[in-house]
């Protein structure tokens, strides 16, 4: 598709980031935000599919630029270069030619990417507005530190572990379509499911997670479960979706196996019980939705990350996790504990009270006035 072009008249912001849904879901909450004060937003966002197929369905202005990971490697290294080149230079372009009222960076190597050119055209007075930074994870990774030396404004989703890294913890924003819209039977129902019976909900994030693909199959195959006690919703990535609904089908366990599923709100809405990875976003959508969740964190990050932006819902009480192995033993593990928090309705009412303890539901409005001011200082149009 060709992306369209950043609307000419209003205010307007640029949202910077992507390579993830975990990236582009907060810029959404917050461009909803922006939306009901008159604000225009434009994306910019990485070539990756899942950014344009994700922005596409939300019906927002977007365009992907050549950014590129950074890499050691010497011809990952050149495209990284090459592509932070190109990028800048869109920027610049871009930025000369519509106004910019503000400039929402979302971290990663998108935002790293376009940096330069944000500052060039700040520098050149190009920009009415600040570019401020939202750190999504606890541990501020590599270009979030590059990013930040240059922002206007710093905010983070989470407490880090960096001190004095933000000037003001929001909370995620959370979209609207990764809130629950009804009851759990509602939710069922129009993913497909049986609306009485109870919901493990699996999934990998965006991209799916092979080796939770792995885990289920193991389950599976150990018999572990009754499989007349649950049925299972899982986000399988791009990843042998066909074997999993056939496997599923073998141990006789009602399942809807989806690649992707953009309203993530129905999904939690309907689960009972989740097995998830620990992403910034997965780990927000948890705590905004109340759900009971058994993490298993990505476990090849050298910083751990998601295991640091699961610890503090495991604090409180609402949630477990599992280190993922990738074996055997891990996959039982996860068996025994949803088993376990399926049987005891007591356990999963106290912890879903300690996840609603936690919830941050301001914070999309909280960054779109960080980056316009507080609704009412700035009119459509001016």
Known sequence: MTPDSPPRTGPRVLIVGGGSGGHISPGLAVAESLAGRGVHCHFLCSQRSIDSTMLTQAGVSFEPVPARPFSTRPQGLLKCLLGMHQSSRRVKTLVSQTPCDGVLMLGGFVAASTMPGFVASSRAGRLNGPIVLL????????????????????????????????????????????????????????????????????????????????????????????????????????????????????????????????????AWGAATVAISRAGANSVGEVQANAVPTIFLPYPHHRDRHQFHNAQPLVDAGGACIVEDDDDHQTAMAVAELTRSLLGDSSKRAAMITALAAQSTQEAADQVASTLVGPPGTREAGS
């Open 135 to 266: 750190n999504l994870d606890r541990v501020p990774g590599k270009a979030n530190r590059r990013v930040a030396r240059h922002a206007d404004v710093v905010l983070s989703a989470v407490d880090t572990l960096q001190s004095g890294f933000a000037s003001r913890i929001t909370g995620l924003p959370i979209r609207s379509a990764a809130q629950r819209p009804g009851t759990p039977e509602h939710c069922r129902e129009a993913l497909g499911l049986q609306p009485d019976t109870p919901v493990i909900f699996v999934t990998g994030a965006s991209q799916g997670a092979s080796s939770l693909n792995r885990l289920m199959q193991r389950i599976l195959e150990a018999h572990c479960m009754p499989v007349d006690s649950y049925q299972v919703l899982h986000l399988s990535g791009s990843q042998a979706d066909a074997a999993l609904e056939q496997q599923y089908a073998q141990a006789g366990v009602p399942a809807v196996v989806l690649p992707f599923l953009d309203h993530m709100g129905l």
